[in-house]
T-cell receptor
C-alpha cells in the first residue's frame, strides 16, 4: 500500500505571496492532520480534517487554512506569507482503531522557504 | 494541554553501544507513538505503544501508562540509527487526531 504523499517537496516563495500544499493519505484513511515543524517551535499541530470537515485547529492565525476533498486528499493554504512561515510542513493520515484510538503515518513533508 | 518531555536532548554513542531514551507525559494518554526523523525530514514510525512492551529487531519500547512515561531502547546501535527520535502523544481527553510532540532526542552514532 502506498504511503502518504505530499507535493511539492520543496517550495520557495516571497513574503506576501500565498502557497498551497497538497497531501494524499494512505488509501482507506479518511483522517488527515497537518503539522508545522520549525527549529524554534518544534512540531506543532495545525489542523485535522475528517470526512471533509475540519475537526480542530491549532494555535495558528487565520492565514493558515485547509480543506479536504471527497477522496480524502487534503490541501493547506497559507496566505500573505511571512518569513516566520518558513518551515517543514508535514501531513499525517490516521489509521483509526476507534474514535480516540489511532496511529498516525507521516508523509515526507514539504519544505517551504519564504524570502 | 498535555506536556511531553524527552530526555536526554542529545546523545552521542559509539557504534555497538546501547541506549535508552525517555519520554515523560503529564496526563493520561490514548495514543503514544515513537518516531525517527531521518535526515530528509520524514518521520518514520517506530512504535505505537500507549501501554505495554513491544520489540522490533534491535529496538524495543515500554510504556508505563500509570506512571506516565515511555522508554525507547536501542541496542547495538549503528550509524544509520543517527537522527532525531520523537515521542508523541494524544491525551485521553483529546477530541481531534492531533499528536503533541516532545522536543526530541538527537542521537549521533559514531563509527
Amino acid at each position: 500500500k502506498a504511503g502518504v504523499t505530499q507535493t511539492p517537496r520543496y517550495l520557495i516563495k516571497t513574503r506576501g505571496q500565498q502557497v498551497t500544499l497538497s497531501c494524499s493519505p494512505i488509501s482507506g484513511h479518511r483522517s488527515v492532520s497537518w503539522y508545522q515543524q520549525t527549529p524554534g517551535q518544534g512540531l506543532q499541530f495545525l489542523f485535522e480534517y475528517f470526512s471533509e470537515t475540519q475537526r480542530n485547529k491549532g494555535n495558528f492565525p487565520g492565514r493558515f487554512s485547509g480543506r479536504q476533498f471527497s477522496n480524502s486528499r487534503s490541501e493547506m493554504n497559507v496566505s500573505t506569507l511571512e518569513l516566520g512561515d518558513s518551515a517543514l510542513y508535514l501531513c499525517a493520515s490516521s489509521l483509526v482503531y476507534s474514535l480516540d484510538i489511532y496511529e498516525q503515518y507521516f508523509g515526507p513533508g514539504t519544505r517551504l522557504t519564504v524570502t | 494541554g498535555i506536556q511531553v518531555e524527552q530526555s536526554p536532548p542529545d546523545l552521542i554513542l559509539q557504534e555497538g553501544a546501547n541506549s535508552t531514551l525517555r519520554c515523560n507525559f503529564s496526563d493520561s494518554v490514548n495514543n503514544l507513538q515513537w518516531f525517527h526523523q531521518n535526515p530528509w525530514g520524514q518521520l518514520i514510525n517506530l512504535f505505537y505503544i500507549p501501554s505495554g512492551t513491544k520489540q522490533n529487531g534491535r529496538l524495543s519500547a515500554t510504556t508505563v501508562a500509570t506512571e506516565r512515561y515511555s522508554l525507547l531502547y536501542i541496542s547495538s546501535s549503528q550509524t544509520t540509527d543517527s537522527g532525531v527520535y520523537f515521542c508523541a502523544v494524544n491525551g485521553a481527553s483529546g477530541s481531534a487526531r492531533q499528536l503533541t510532540f516532545g522536543s526530541g532526542t538527537q542521537l549521533t552514532v559514531l563509527p
